[in-house]
């Protein structure tokens, strides 16, 4: 199904980029990080910052984040909602953003008990749509035919591709510190994540479980 329309406009797109915009204002406030995004520390015992869980997917701080958040929400419309009913698309959707957001905790946790570094635990945020676009991502690369986009000098470029390119872009941005590592990780949790759900648990409504295709294998 196509994405829900009022007045000629369609609504999840246009409303999802709104937030995004009006949580990036409020990020000019002092301290809202640690109230809209995930910080390690506060979102586990004893103070249980749980709401947090759902304004970190609408909060960035830095304009290019929300630039890609923005380019995340095009893409989701356009790859998910053409093949998947709405709720499919929000379960999708939060399946990405939630267990990637848990599995970064676990990574900086981990990260702060062999380091003992403090900054893991208190004034790292984890926030934006990063694993969603890995999401739509792995979507696009099931729904779309593995077409030829360019001729390379190294061989042809093609659909399948694309997800890898991205990785390797988020990873380069981090290394230079354009971008934090934490994006990466968000990413490359929210690719592995929608993969697993895919290949494994969605339900079809012809009765199937998951997609066991050898052209949706990981290494395809």
Same mark, same amino acid.
């Given at each position: 199904? @196509?994405?829900?329309?009022?007045?000629?406009?369609?609504?999840?797109?246009?409303?999802?980029?709104?937030?995004? !915009? !009006?949580?990036?204002?409020?990020?000019?406030? $002092?301290?809202?990080?640690?109230?809209?995004? !995930? +910080?390690?520390?506060?979102? =586990?015992?004893?103070?249980?910052?749980? %709401?947090?869980?759902?304004?970190? *997917?609408?909060?960035?701080?830095? #304009?290019?984040?929300?630039?890609?958040?923005? @380019?995340?929400?095009?893409?989701? $419309?356009?790859?998910?909602?053409?093949?998947?009913?709405?709720?499919?698309? !929000?379960?999708?959707?939060?399946? /990405?953003?939630?267990? *990637? *957001?848990?599995?970064?905790?676990? +990574?900086?946790? =981990?990260?702060?008990?062999? +380091?003992?570094?403090? $900054? =893991?635990? %208190?004034?790292?945020?984890?926030?934006? #749509?990063?694993? #969603?676009?890995?999401?739509?991502?792995?979507? @696009?690369?099931?729904?779309?035919?593995?077409?030829?986009? /360019?001729?390379?000098?190294?061989?042809?470029?093609?659909?399948?591709?694309? /997800?890898?390119?991205?990785?390797?872009?988020?990873?380069?941005?981090?290394?230079?510190?354009?971008?934090?590592?934490?994006?990466?990780? =968000?990413?490359?949790?929210?690719?592995?994540?929608? %993969?697993?759900?895919?290949?494994?648990?969605?339900?079809?409504?012809?009765?199937?479980?998951?997609?066991?295709?050898?052209?949706? $294998?990981? *290494?395809?």
């Amino acid at each position: 199904m @196509a994405s829900p329309v009022l007045f000629g406009v369609k609504v999840w797109p246009v409303l999802s980029m709104a937030i995004l !915009i !009006i949580f990036y204002g409020l990020s000019f406030v $002092d301290s809202s990080v640690f109230y809209f995004a !995930i +910080t390690v520390a506060r979102v =586990l015992p004893p103070h249980y910052w749980f %709401w947090t869980l759902f304004t970190f *997917s609408f909060f960035n701080n830095r #304009l290019l984040h929300v630039v890609f958040d923005m @380019a995340t929400v095009y893409l989701v $419309d356009v790859v998910m909602f053409p093949s998947w009913n709405l709720s499919e698309v !929000i379960r999708c959707c939060v399946l /990405a953003q939630f267990f *990637s *957001s848990g599995l970064v905790v676990c +990574t900086l946790f =981990l990260g702060y008990a062999c +380091t003992f570094n403090l $900054d =893991l635990l %208190w004034t790292t945020p984890i926030c934006g #749509l990063s694993p #969603l676009l890995g999401a739509a991502l792995v979507v @696009a690369r099931q729904l779309t035919p593995d077409n030829v986009l /360019a001729n390379l000098p190294l061989g042809k470029f093609r659909t399948k591709h694309i /997800a890898f390119t991205m990785f390797f872009c988020f990873l380069i941005l981090a290394v230079l510190h354009v971008t934090d590592y934490v994006h990466f990780l =968000l990413l490359t949790y929210g690719a592995l994540v929608t %993969w697993v759900y895919l290949r494994f648990f969605q339900r079809h409504s012809n009765g199937d479980i998951g997609d066991t295709t050898d052209a949706f $294998d990981f *290494s395809g």
